[in-house]
């Protein structure tokens, strides 16, 4: 049943599955106002709609683990009266979070509709999934930005109650830590709008609850899965998902947006849609030092200045003086220019510490705000020169998502993570610097969109036919061609994947990667090493092609399997 959407009602499909089954349980039913859907008829009598209500909140319920959560959209016609249900029915509610969305719909008689509810139940209030200490779901303190204040939790804080109206209205509209969200609705004229369903979600929207609450391989349900929003996002976050829907149409196009999405992908839409929105903040309140302003002037500079906009000033100035030109890339895996930047960061007094200010730039630049600071100097590393290393960056990179780590971000961002990985990449390949490790892990990222495509292509004309095994130790490295080509590393029988490399020159990688300290590394893994190999082009996009192809056959211990999947 899993990483589907079933056609039906979702009634009857959650009932078909066991009970205590789901992590997380995202709804945005039909709110009952004669939205027009192309099967549903979203006219029910009052009575019947909220029976229906409390029939299928009670099988959500049922689906959930004990430790569950559910997130319920609901308009204000009967948000009320749904979380009296939900409560009724055994849910326990945690926040109550207005989505605040623009492009919302002109009232004449009434105000301006521009929001809806969101309400956040959990099963068991003494036990539930929240990830409060999840880096990029904290945002900076009052206390870290405004006074500086040394004694300010380093990682920031979790999210503030707070009602905010219109984004005129505000200095730069709302933080994405608040509990009133800003989040573009999907319009039709966005680029994210799946172009099939008038409800789609923001995907971001749906980031923020899952990011939240499930971890990385729980199951995420949708009853109403509609456009497929939240079963896409759940995929591209890690995670495992199911949903339903009453129309054949918006299910066979949901497979389509699911179809074409894949783990690790961006979520559509900016992270901070509060970047792209009317603004006014006061004339002159953007000066003064963070260090030196009085606790008066603080105060009113508190009033003015989103904390967010001023941490944000900070780390921004501290880039573009850092980064001599370079990329953030460049600045996040250079041991020497983060150096720099983090000493910045420091004289500037900006709160938190490296992988905070790290971490910060990153989303900054996803939300577009580095923009200001213009990349004049290129990081030249051809594949050719990353040849020798590559395989040391993969396998430290898969050891420590094995471990633990969260994704190669998060490993770079965070020095002693960082640390951790070039030790693990000079065991298996001696005499780099810890700059060569690290970009070659970002250009294996950075290439593993393509390379997954051409693998596609590769699948079905050329596929990869590799030797039959033998153990490394019977062979001399003139055994191996002097040529480009692709090879599995296994153990001791044929079960012990360990893993699969592309070389632009087999004999001298397998002798590098397999003599001295590296085979005294690899002895650790298995002590008996076996290889099979096939020749191939000496292309690096070609190779990583067929890399990708091989790690979805063998699934190696050692390879990254998000590169290839
Ligand atoms: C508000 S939309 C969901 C939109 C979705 N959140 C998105 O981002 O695209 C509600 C969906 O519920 C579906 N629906 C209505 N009644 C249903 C039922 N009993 N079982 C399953 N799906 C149902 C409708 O077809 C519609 O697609």
Not at 224 to 236: D, H, I, N, P, Q
Not at 338 to 348: A, G, M, P, T, Y
Not at 383 to 390: T, V
């Amino acid at each position: 049943m899993l990483n589907q959407i079933h056609h039906g009602d979702c009634i009857v499909g959650m009932n078909t599955m066991p009970e205590g089954a789901v992590d997380l349980a995202f709804a945005d039913p039909p709110f009952n106002i004669g939205y027009d859907y192309d099967v549903y008829d979203d006219t029910r009598a009052r009575h019947d709609y909220l029976d229906w209500s409390r029939a299928w909140i009670g099988t959500v319920h049922r689906a959930l683990k004990p430790d569950g959560t559910f997130w319920l959209a609901i308009g204000d016609e009967y948000a009320a009266e749904l979380k009296l249900i939900s409560q009724e029915v055994g849910f326990h509610c945690r926040s109550w979070v207005i989505w605040y969305y623009t492009f919302g719909v002109n009232c004449k008689a009434k105000f301006s509709r521009s929001h809806a509810h969101l309400f956040h139940f959990v099963k068991d209030p003494t036990q539930f999934t929240f990830r409060s200490d999840l880096l990029e779901n904290r945002i900076p303190s009052a206390r870290q930005l405004v006074y500086a204040d040394k004694r300010a939790n380093s990682v920031g804080r979790l999210p503030d109650d707070t009602w905010i109206l219109r984004p005129q209205d505000l200095v730069d509209c709302l933080t994405p830590g608040e509990d009133t969200w800003y989040f573009p609705r999907v319009a039709g004229t966005f680029k994210e709008r799946a172009g099939f369903h008038g409800c789609q979600m923001p995907e971001q929207l749906l980031g923020r609850i899952i990011k939240y609450c499930s971890n990385e391989g729980d199951t995420v349900l949708d009853p109403f899965s509609g456009s497929a929003t939240t079963l896409a996002v759940a995929k591209k976050l890690g995670r495992q998902f199911l949903g339903f829907d009453l129309s054949p149409e918006y299910i066979q196009r949901g497979r389509d947006r699911l179809a074409n999405c894949r783990v690790g992908d961006l979520l559509d839409g900016a992270a901070e849609p509060a970047v792209s929105a009317p603004t006014t903040p006061p004339k002159g309140t953007r000066k003064g030092k963070l260090t030196t302003i009085t606790a008066t002037e603080a105060a009113t500079q508190a009033e003015a200045l989103s904390t967010e906009q001023r941490f944000e000033k900070g780390l921004v100035e501290a880039f573009a003086k850092s980064s001599q030109g370079y990329s953030l890339d460049r600045l996040v895996t250079d041991p020497d220019l983060n150096r720099e930047f983090v000493d910045h960061c420091r004289k500037l007094g900006l709160p938190g510490d490296a992988r905070l200010w790290n971490w910060k730039l990153f989303n900054y630049r996803k939300a577009g705000k580095l923009s200001s600071v213009p990349t004049t100097q290129r990081t030249q590393i051809s594949w050719q020169d990353c040849d020798q290393f590559l395989f040391a960056s993969e396998i430290a990179l898969a050891k420590m998502i094995a471990d633990g780590s969260e994704s190669l971000d998060a490993i770079l961002c965070d020095p002693e993570q960082a640390t951790q990985f070039d030790q693990i990449a000079k065991s298996f390949c001696p005499g780099l610097t810890p700059f060569q490790y690290r970009w070659g892990a970002l250009m294996l990222r950075k290439e593993s969109k393509s390379a997954r495509a051409r693998a596609d292509v590769l699948r079905s004309i050329a596929p990869a036919k590799l030797s039959s095994a033998k153990p490394l130790a019977d062979a001399k490295w003139t055994d191996y061609p002097d040529e480009a080509g692709l090879y599995l590393v296994l153990g001791a029988n044929d079960r012990d994947k360990l893993y699969v490399g592309g070389s632009l020159n087999l004999r001298q990688r397998l002798k590098h990667q397999f003599s001295g300290q590296p085979l005294r590394t690899w002895k650790r893994e298995s002590a008996d090493l076996r290889v099979r190999f096939f020749t191939a082009e000496p292309n690096t996009p070609e190779l990583l092609a067929y890399q990708c192809l091989l790690i979805r056959e063998h699934k190696p211990k050692l390879n990254v399997r998000d590169i290839a999947v």
